[in-house]
């Protein structure tokens, strides 16, 4: 006799409880500097109960060629990969409503560039910064 589901009832075959979870999962993706300077694509938001973060994380170290680790609820990996990591995340059938990507952060720009910085701001959102070095 095959295994039920404690969640929805159906066989363990024919489960619809991971589906359902992940058109639920408020997911946010940004960027965050660890130790000497590395980039780490953050993705966190998950729901561990009902989605393997593990296999997921798997699933998008292979997609975005790289490194990574899973820290409680959150995926980390090695580099800016927001935008292979949405597109991923919305193919294997997350809600494109509720993936938040966070595009912005501080900008760092030589003063040699400095004529480009008036063409800039008017590209940017609120949060960024520009900072002038």
């Not at 008036?118 to 590209?123: A, D, E, G, M, P």
Request: proline share 3%.
């Amino acid at each position: 006799m095959p295994e039920i589901c404690p969640v929805c009832g159906l066989p363990t075959e024919l489960c619809v409880c991971e589906e359902i979870a992940k058109e639920e999962q408020k997911i946010k993706i940004y960027v965050a500097k660890r130790r000497f300077g590395k980039l780490m694509t953050v993705i966190e938001g998950f729901d561990v109960d009902l989605i393997d973060v593990k296999d997921l994380a798997k699933k998008l170290k292979d997609i975005c060629a790289c490194g990574g680790t899973v820290k409680k609820d959150s995926i980390e990996l090695q580099g800016d990969h927001r935008r292979k990591v949405e597109e991923a995340l919305i193919k294997m059938g997350f809600s494109k409503d509720t993936i938040e990507v966070r595009w912005c952060s501080n900008i760092y720009i030589p003063l040699s560039h400095i004529k480009k910085v008036s063409s800039l701001k008017s590209n940017l959102k609120s949060n960024c910064k520009i900072i002038l070095i």
